[in-house]
């Protein structure tokens, strides 16, 4: 059973910037077969895919977020991150990191993390 | 506002069966087979219920079945039983910039 982990701080100041890691129980963030996903959940509100990279290194960004996300991945520690720049308090949400298949699904998912941005 | 319309609930009684909709358009769910259900009990991770429409993971339960049609993908949930009180939420791909869309979220009260 795969296991997804969110880490991070829970408070983030407006203006300032929001990082998560996710580390993966398994070692398949090493075999290059899956896309490492971040998607969030704004509180009352469906899910907004964020954005995912494929171990090649190639990303892909919902257009809405591109401007300030970035993914990125470290297989040695069996981690990728999330990085969101400028924050606001629209971007206080719960944020879940899952491994997404070559069939746009996605397989496994973190429990989530609760990020609030605020002064 | 999501970009796939769920009902934001259903309700139904032990055994019944209920069914979720999830309305896309020709450039999500109409035109494509890759439609995903998960199921999701708050504080817990979201669980993939089925893939591409109507592939269902061999840890799902068969009460738990998938299908389409049109621009409207559809989850049915047999045999009802208390521990599928959950919120329940479609993806799919898209071939606009956005790649993956979700719908808002269906909660299920077993009554």
């Known amino acids: 059973q795969v296991q997804l982990q969110e880490s991070g701080p829970g408070l983030v100041k407006p203006s300032q910037t929001l990082s998560l890691s996710c580390t993966v129980s398994d070692g398949s963030i090493s075999s290059g077969a899956y896309y490492w996903s971040w998607i969030r959940q704004h509180p009352g509100q469906g899910l907004e895919w964020i954005g995912y990279?494929?171990?090649?290194?190639?990303?892909y960004y919902n257009p809405s977020l591109r401007s300030r996300v970035t993914i990125s991945v470290d297989p040695s520690n069996d981690q990728f991150s999330l990085r969101l720049d400028s924050v606001t308090a629209a971007d206080t949400a719960v944020y879940y990191c899952a491994r997404k298949t070559g069939l746009y699904y996605f397989d496994y998912w973190g429990q989530g993390t609760l990020v609030t941005v605020s002064s | 506002q999501s970009a796939l319309t769920q009902p934001a609930s259903v309700s139904g009684s032990p055994g019944q069966s209920i069914t979720i909709s999830c309305t896309g358009s020709s450039s999500d769910i109409g035109n494509y087979k890759y439609v995903s259900w998960y199921q999701h009990h708050p504080g817990k991770a979201p669980k993939v219920l089925i893939s591409?429409?109507?592939n269902r993971p061999s840890a799902v339960p068969n009460r738990f079945s998938g299908s389409k049609s049109g621009n409207t993908a559809y989850l049915t949930i047999s045999g009802l039983q208390a521990e599928d009180e959950a919120y329940y939420y479609c993806?799919?791909?898209?071939?606009?910039?956005?790649?993956?869309?979700f719908g808002g979220g269906t909660k299920l009260t077993v009554l």
């Open positions: 993806s799919s791909y898209t071939s606009s910039s956005t790649y993956v869309l």
């Open positions: 591409e429409v109507s």
């Open positions: 990279i494929y171990n090649s290194g190639s990303t």
